[in-house]
């Protein structure tokens, strides 16, 4: 995650406070999607940007997690995303990112 | 280990080794390649990746101070760079460097092994970095740190540091540090003499029954892992071709002007041909020492082949024979050395308008 986009999750949780904020990912990648969250939850694990060592917590979803799909409109999950999400390798996404969710996540219901 | 070696060991744990951590701008926090021409600032304490270090080190080791500079800035200046980067290690008086881990990127590569030269050469300490195996500092600078292979990316942080911080923590408890295998650095190139408990014969057979058997077998001596050079593309033309002649079998004009060396030659000559339709015992001989000159001496068209050439150019066969030939010996000569003057030659050569090079050896 890049140092300006780190800073801006950063900034915006102090603003609104971490248990009023949720972070949606759309990378396309596992590992990628998987490094963004564990930045936005235990921290940046390259130890370079703001969030090196500091442990938001936030919680942290891919938008093709069941969680997050169920809740969007199907014609406009069908416009947006459904193109991506025939390509992308869903479930090993969504397994990364639900791994550093379960570990880091401290606001979830 | 014996007991008076033990308790001097522990005795040294009880000091809280003192470290100076060196960043480049990224991972110093400062920024990305718009602040990559920063020059070299310290900070008291840990920054970015020494918070990792932090945790990992625990009571072993105190991250001091951490120096931070640009890449393009130590790139440009390497010797200025180092220098400075040098003394603002040298005020906190640390007793081990960590610089990086630097991944695969190269700018930074080069400036973590840059610091651990200036580090070994200055203060004689322990430099610990952690490199890719290709970033290119591990070639220049291996001799001068221990630098742990890391993955290729930032993403490797999270096992990069865990392994450098062991090693730092060894250090930090004055115990012996093991060869590379053992301790997951980069070999460095240094032999340590030691006695084994087998001969030389004996562990030689062994292992040469092993590779008979098809088991798994460990070297003792690991071949040199020299690059392969692309085949170029075939000349479309060679009838308009300039042709140039290179050779390693040592032919020089008469007398060696150049003093090249008959063994691990240390240049290369270029020589004119113009108007030379024919190499004589007169004109030319070979410098080479390592075989028998007689043959060469006689008649050093055997060697390099201008009378050849000079019938094909007559025949239209080709183009035109380059009016300069490079020779050197090769007879132990360096890997590095050689690449270093092909690499001129050739660059020489096609400034000159060359588009192909006979090659020719002993």
């Known amino acids: ?8 999750v950063k900034s915006l949780a102090e603003k609104h406070g971490p248990e009023n904020l949720v972070v949606i990912l759309g990378g396309a990648e596992a590992e990628a999607s998987g490094l963004t969250a564990e930045t936005v939850t235990v921290g940046d694990p390259a130890y370079a940007g703001p969030l090196a060592g500091v442990s938001l917590g936030l919680p942290v979803f891919h938008i093709v997690e069941p969680e997050i799909k169920e809740q969007v409109d199907p014609e406009v999950y069908e416009e947006q995303i459904a193109m991506m999400e025939m390509v992308l390798e869903v479930d090993d996404i969504c397994e990364e990112v639900k791994n550093y969710r379960e570990q880091g996540s401290k606001y979830l219901g | 280990m014996n007991r008076a070696q033990s308790t001097s060991a522990d005795q040294r744990s009880l000091k809280k080794l003192r470290v100076v951590h060196y960043l480049n701008q990224f991972f110093g926090q400062v920024g990305g390649e718009e602040k990559a021409g920063m020059g070299p600032e310290v900070r008291e304490g840990v920054v970015g990746p020494g918070m990792a270090f932090a945790k990992q ?31 603002l290690i040298q005020k906190y008086k640390p007793d081990l460097v960590i610089a990086g881990p630097a991944f695969n990127a190269g700018r930074y590569g080069v400036a973590c092994g840059a610091v651990a030269q200036r580090v070994t050469e200055a203060l004689d300490l322990p430099v610990i970095t952690g490199m890719y195996p290709e970033n290119p500092g591990v070639e220049i600078y291996r001799r001068f740190a221990y630098v742990i292979e890391t993955g290729n990316s930032a993403a490797a942080m999270r096992t990069a540091v865990p392994a450098m911080a062991a090693l730092v923590k060894k250090f930090a408890a004055g115990a012996a540090i093991g060869g590379p295998e053992e301790e997951g650095y980069i070999p460095r190139g240094i032999r340590k003499n030691f006695f084994h408990q087998e001969r030389g014969a004996r562990r030689a057979v062994g292992i040469l029954t092993k590779k008979l058997k098809g ?4 070297t003792e001596y690991p071949m040199p892992n020299f690059d392969r050079v692309d085949i170029a593309e075939p000349l479309s033309k060679v009838e308009d071709a300039t042709i140039a002649l290179v050779t390693s079998g040592g032919i020089v004009p008469r007398g060696n002007p150049d003093r090249i060396e008959s063994s691990s030659a240390s240049k290369y000559g270029r020589y004119s041909l113009k108007g ?12 080479h020492g390592g075989y028998d000159p007689v043959y060469a001496n006689d008649d050093p068209d055997r060697v390099l082949p201008v009378d050849v050439l000079r019938e094909l150019e007559k025949e239209g066969a080709i183009g035109r024979l380059h009016p300069y030939y490079y020779s050197t010996v090769g007879n132990g000569t360096s890997v590095a050395n050689a690449k270093k003057y092909a690499s001129e030659i050739a660059a020489e050569l096609v400034n000159e308008g060359v588009q192909a090079v006979i090659l020719t050896s002993t």
């Not at chain 2, 088991?215 to 460990?218: D, H, I, L, Q, R």
């Open chain 2, 276 to 287: 030379v339709e024919d190499l004589t015992a007169e004109t030319h001989e070979t410098a």
């Open chain 2, 215 to 218: 088991e798994e077998f460990v």
């Open chain 2, 57 to 87: 080190l625990g009571e072993a080791a105190e991250i001091v101070a951490t120096v931070i500079c640009g890449d393009n800035y130590f790139g440009e200046q390497v010797d200025e760079a180092g220098a400075e980067v040098l003394k």
């Open chain 1, 1 to 8: 995650m890049d140092l300006e986009n780190q800073e801006r």
